[in-house]
């Protein structure tokens, strides 16, 4: 198989990464919500944290967009 | 050059000299212009606006005392009263990187933080204080971050191990969270937009669908400056958060 194709090939594996991340995310606002639907005076106190925990976890999904671009336009 | 019907999402980042200092590239280069260009504008709208000291402020000084009690709350909540030796620092971390994301947002001008070099230039500015500090603070006993309280004693070498690379990675996480979220943004308005145009050479059939991709292209955009504001208060919320373990260590 020549360079370029495994580049591709790589880059679109790389996008499967993206899942874990999208379900980490999801789980943290839904956990967010779930909790302030039943005390609902303490949510806006856990806001900067919900911020906090979306962007560490959404950090990882760009981690592997980023090895997918680095793929694609790098190597 | 690029072939012109395939989208080229990459010459946007490059470094171009503006007023080039010989071949050693301590000129001006567009990135080095906008950094400048930033920095600028930070410390004239902040110094400007609260010159009159008014008790009664005007517009302009509302939106410096707002970023001045935002950023304060958070660095108070993070790191607790001590912390707030550090408030400059956050400070400046987060009008640059809000500043230079929101410029990047503009039509022409360069995206500073789409460089890694720059991103973990302020990430090892952060990491580097938090280990000084912890130290001079602290001194061996900020090795206790280390060493979480109520572990047992068999597992102690292995969650320590565990906790220093994590430690250590740090930089990294910090850098590449704002390079790779700012890089990944540019390149898919970029490619978005070259889909409107792509397909509006297509016919009349081509312009009607191109209207798709310009949706979305300015949804994207929409996205873009949330997480451009976004980036610029988490980087500044897990400095503030850093710093902290370094002023009370250990959990």
């Known amino acids: 198989m020549e360079a370029e194709a495994a580049k591709y090939i790589g880059a679109g594996l790389a996008c499967f990464g993206m899942a874990g991340a999208a379900i980490g995310v999801a789980n943290i606002f839904s956990n967010f919500l779930s909790g302030a639907l039943r005390n609902p005076a303490a949510a806006s106190s856990q806001f900067s944290n919900l911020i906090f925990g979306f962007a560490v976890t959404e950090a990882l999904g760009i981690f592997s967009f980023l090895v997918a671009l680095l793929l694609l336009f790098v190597v | 050059m690029a072939d012109p019907n395939v989208v080229d999402p990459i010459h946007q980042f490059a470094i171009t000299d503006i007023l080039p200092f010989g071949d050693s590239g ?38 410096s005392e707002m970023l001045y ?61 938090v280990v000084i500090y912890g130290f001079v603070r602290n001194g061996p006993k900020f090795l206790k971050l280390f060493v979480p309280s109520g572990v047992p004693g068999y597992i102690l070498p292995l969650v320590a191990v565990i906790e220093v690379i994590s430690f ?36 009349f059939l ?23 504001v976004l980036q610029a208060y988490v980087f500044a919320l897990l400095t503030s958060m850093y710093l902290n373990d370094a002023i009370h260590p250990g959990h």
């Open chain 2, 26 to 63: 301590l000129g001006v280069t567009n990135a080095s212009l906008f950094m400048i260009l930033t920095t600028g504008l930070i410390a004239a709208y902040l110094i400007l606006s609260t010159s009159r000291r008014a008790m009664v402020p005007n517009r302009f000084q509302v939106v």
């Open chain 2, 69 to 129: 009690e935002f950023v304060a709350r958070m660095v108070t909540d993070s790191s607790g009263k001590e912390g707030m030796k550090f408030f400059p620092f956050v400070f400046s971390l987060f009008m640059f990187i809000l500043v230079a994301n929101l410029f990047g947002m503009i039509p022409v001008f360069f995206t500073v933080t789409s460089h890694i070099i720059v991103t973990f230039a302020l990430a090892m500015l952060v990491f580097v204080t």
């Open chain 2, 168 to 203: 250590l990675s740090r930089p990294i996480s910090l850098s590449v969270r704002l390079f790779a979220n700012v890089l990944a943004g540019h390149i898919t308005l970029k490619v978005f937009a070259g889909f409107v145009v792509s397909m509006s050479g297509l016919g």
């Open chain 2, 206 to 228: 081509g312009w009607l669908g191109a209207l798709l991709p310009l949706a979305l292209t300015v949804g994207i955009t929409a996205l873009e400056f949330l997480v451009a």
